[in-house]
């Protein structure tokens, strides 16, 4: 009876996500890896919110390289299987970063005075997969598939006068000089957006997998 207790404990997946790194398809070029911090985020965001095992995209990428294998293995099934094996977590999330974005609006005259304002825009197509059905299928499974959409604005309206810039617009300037994730991060525009995104993410997973409010 303990051996085999023993066996199910090691092939019964428990509930969770595996968050794969994202392709970027947005516009940014700043000196965040968007790809992988944004997946992180939310990874931290359901982990914390649902009480549940998460793994990040950093582990995922560690592993693919401890592998020696090529970031094509990301769109694997036989890789994704390995990942299911090493943590035994049932759900998998893909995705792609479609817009991620900080934008300055400004009124007034540049060298004289007027008001600012921001604003953070970040948005995402994501595709969730059951491992365990994967792996014993050997064949990707899908279990739903979506958008999610975060934007947060700054509407204090910081003065500016004779051309000098705020505190705001230093930010701005220096905005991907801060740690993603942080608690300065978290303090801006782009992080209550990320927030925000994983309000609606939660929020959407919750829709396709009704019994994540009771685990």
């Known amino acids: 009876i303990g051996w085999h207790s023993c066996v199910v404990a090691q092939t019964t997946s428990k509930p969770g996500f595996i968050f794969l790194p994202f392709e970027n398809n947005s516009d940014f070029e700043g000196k965040w890896e968007i790809g992988v911090d944004v997946p992180r985020f939310l990874n931290a965001y359901v982990s914390q919110r649902y009480r549940i095992p998460s793994v990040s995209p950093m582990l995922v990428r560690n592993f693919l390289e401890e592998q020696k294998l090529s970031s094509g293995s990301l769109d694997d099934v036989k890789f994704w299987i390995e990942l299911y094996k090493l943590f035994h977590i049932r759900y998998l999330v893909a995705g792609t970063i479609e817009e991620f974005d900080v934008s300055r609006f400004m009124t007034?005259?540049?060298?004289?005075?007027?008001?600012?304002?921001?604003?953070?825009?970040?948005?995402?197509?994501?595709?969730?997969?059951?491992?365990?059905?994967?792996?014993?299928?050997?064949?990707?499974?899908?279990?739903?598939?979506?958008?999610?959409?975060?934007?947060?604005?700054?509407?204090?309206?910081?003065?500016?006068?004779?051309?000098?810039?705020?505190?705001?617009?230093?930010?701005?300037?220096?905005?991907?000089?801060?740690?993603?994730?942080?608690?300065?991060?978290?303090?801006?525009?782009?992080?209550?957006?990320?927030f925000q995104l994983g309000e609606h993410f939660s929020l959407e997973l919750e829709n396709a997998l009704p019994t994540m409010k009771v685990w």
């Open 108 to 194: 007034g005259q540049p060298l004289l005075g007027g008001y600012e304002a921001f604003k953070g825009e970040v948005r995402i197509r994501y595709i969730v997969y059951d491992m365990e059905k994967t792996a014993a299928s050997a064949s990707y499974v899908q279990i739903t598939k979506g958008g999610a959409a975060g934007e947060f604005a700054d509407r204090s309206l910081a003065l500016t006068l004779f051309g000098k810039p705020s505190d705001r617009t230093l930010e701005f300037r220096d905005l991907d000089k801060i740690k993603f994730g942080t608690d300065d991060f978290n303090r801006t525009v782009i992080g209550q957006a990320c």
